[in-house]
């Protein structure tokens, strides 16, 4: 269990029998193995092994020269071997006659260490001075090290009290790694994947609570500042956090949502969400969760992200979020975008208790302007008109795929104060004959009576209650399914003009195809009858051959209010103020 060389040490009177304090102990040349059992058996204690109360031996503070420790604990489960030695000769004399109190000035002290925590290996260095405290003491030492564990590497110096049984730390703090999920063996903490990380702080640990106080750095290519605060309590630790960001990289949240991330390193056990490949002609995250992953702390989180990086086809402009996990249920609210000039405002809820995680989500999209949706086409950007919409979805299932594959609710959306192209209208209809008089007199904006959709989801499919779009001169009905299991939709859309005119092919439309590769196509039936129609009557008469693109206009104009009662709470968002942060 020890060998040593020389050893020096006083033991306080006053505290015996209750226990054996050594304020101060000096080693030359220790070779101690310290050992620990499951069923917390020490092979230290100086009474019967089979006793499992903690031991009377208490030592505050130690100093060595040229020594070797290993701990291993069969409980947690660790193990550690350390070597330590003076680097300076002219130290070796201040070593052995160090006094008890820690008074580092400077680093004279070297340790090398290697080891295993919950089954990941680590390895390191550390500096100190003279003397450590171990237990018991309260008094600080001065220290810096590194340790590196897989791609986690971890830089720090301040001070310490008690390095056996921590009471205290001030330290400056630099960690980096490919993942946060790689942490979770040092800190117990079921941190998401991400993409490469590197952070700084100021860590301080007193009373029990731990916090990180200047937090910055760059996850992935998403700025980052803040505080954080953890406290290991019972039942479960908690956590909480304050980060602001001015530029996030809304690619970095992938992992949070179950979606891969290049470079983010393999999986570590019990760390994160098992991640699945997912098949290119899916959109929907694949990436399946552990539940067990919330049930082993609390948290409290917020962020702020002034500005986001996203594709440029998404208009997303910043975001705010809250999360709040407690006793296994998570919830996020608000989960709030800027996006297209409104607001998309979301409340998310994952309830963990049971294996298989149950979520409800509501999303409202408020006030997004029509044309800030389509920037790059002139014709539709020009025009007015903003889009409400509402989303209410709750499913069962550890992966965003596999929930909406099984989940009940509706979809609905509406449109208000909308304008549309006149050309662009007449071009939808394929009426001819007016797109003709458009190009020869100017085109001119035509106001949208009212517009809204609204799709009842039952396991995963959703099947249209409504599908309407009222113009001035046109009518556009429609109707369909989506099945979100199969990522697929197919919706046949029918414009009806209002109005007779010539030269029309009018014809449904069907839309159709994967989530991912959407398609439409004219219906063929009724265009070839027309154009059919149209050439059989050319070999008669030729003026004969206009009937057929004849439109008598059936298009009939749409009960606005009833659709709006219809749609509720869409129309209340599509025309409801949008709130500046």
């Not at 489960?77 to 003076?86: A, H, L, N, S």
């Not at 999920?181 to 117990?188: D, G, K, M, N, Q």
């Not at 200047?214 to 992935?220: T, W, Y």
Request: charged share 25%.
């Amino acid at each position: 269990m020890a060998r040593i060389d020389e050893l020096e040490f006083s033991i306080s009177l006053r505290d015996l029998p209750d226990k054996i304090l050594v304020p101060r102990a000096t080693l030359t040349r220790p070779d101690l193995v310290f050992e620990r059992l499951a069923d917390n058996r020490k092979n230290w204690i100086l009474s019967d092994p089979l006793d499992t109360r903690p031991s009377k031996l208490r030592i505050s503070t130690l100093s060595f020269h040229n020594g070797r420790m290993r701990y291993v604990d069969h409980g947690v489960p660790v193990q550690i071997d350390v070597v330590g030695d003076t680097f300076e000769p002219a130290s070796l004399e201040e070593v052995r006659s160090a006094p008890g109190t820690p008074g580092n000035n400077r680093y004279i002290t070297r340790y090398e260490f290697k080891g295993n925590y919950h089954g990941t290996a680590f390895s390191g260095h550390a500096l100190t001075g003279e003397v450590l405290s171990l237990a018991e003491s309260g008094a600080p030492f001065q220290f810096k090290g590194e340790i590196v564990a897989g791609s986690t590497k971890v830089e720090a110096e301040g001070e310490i009290a008690d390095a056996a049984n921590i009471s205290a730390i001030d330290a400056q703090l630099h960690i980096e790694g490919q993942t946060l999920a790689s942490l979770y063996p040092f800190l117990l903490l079921p941190l998401p994947t991400s993409p490469p990380y590197r952070l700084q702080g100021h860590l301080i640990f007193e009373g029990g609570r731990y916090t990180m106080d200047d937090l910055s750095g760059r996850i992935g290519s998403t700025d980052i500042t803040g505080h954080a605060t953890y406290v290991d309590k019972e039942p479960r630790p908690l956590l909480t956090a304050d980060v602001q960001s001015r530029l996030l990289d809304i690619a970095d949240l992938g992992p949070l949502i179950g979606m891969e991330i290049p470079g983010s390193g393999g999986g570590r056990r019990g760390a994160k969400a098992t991640s699945h490949a997912t098949e290119p002609d899916r959109l929907l995250p694949a990436g399946s969760f552990d539940a067990s992953r919330l049930q082993q702390m609390d948290a409290d989180v917020t962020l702020i992200a002034s500005e986001l990086r996203v594709p440029q086809a998404l208009p997303l402009e910043s975001l705010t979020a809250t999360l709040h996990l407690h006793d296994s249920i998570l919830r996020i609210a608000p989960l709030d975008f800027g996006f297209a000039g409104g607001t998309i405002a979301s409340q998310v809820m994952l309830d963990a208790r049971e294996p298989t995680i149950r979520s409800e989500v509501r999303v409202d999209i408020r006030g997004v302007e029509v044309g800030r949706l389509f920037p790059r086409s002139e014709a539709i950007a020009k025009g007015a008109g903003r889009v409400g919409a509402v989303l209410e979805l709750k499913g069962s299932g550890n992966s965003i795929s596999d929930a909406a594959a099984f989940a009940d609710g509706r979809v609905a959306a509406t449109i208000a104060d909308g304008r549309v192209s006149n050309l662009r209208d007449a071009a939808s209809s394929l009426n001819g004959g007016k797109v003709l008089r458009l190009l020869a007199s100017g085109d001119r904006d035509i106001r949208v009576n009212c517009g809204g959709i609204e799709f009842n989801v039952e396991r995963g499919r959703g099947t249209s209650k409504l599908f309407v779009i009222d113009t001035e001169q046109t009518q556009v009905l429609g109707g369909g399914s989506f099945d979100l299991a199969n990522e697929r939709f197919d919706i046949l859309v029918a414009p009806k003009p209002k109005q007779a005119g010539m030269l029309s092919m009018r014809t449904p439309v069907r839309i159709a195809g994967s989530f991912m590769r959407p398609g439409y196509r004219f219906e063929k039936g009724p265009l070839l009858a027309r154009a059919g129609g149209a050439i059989a009557l050319a070999t008669a008469a030729p003026l004969a051959a206009l009937l057929p693109l004849i439109e008598t206009g059936p298009g009939k104009t749409t009960d606005c209010a009833a659709v709006q009662q219809q749609l509720g709470s869409a129309v209340r968002q599509a025309t409801a103020p949008v709130a500046r942060k």
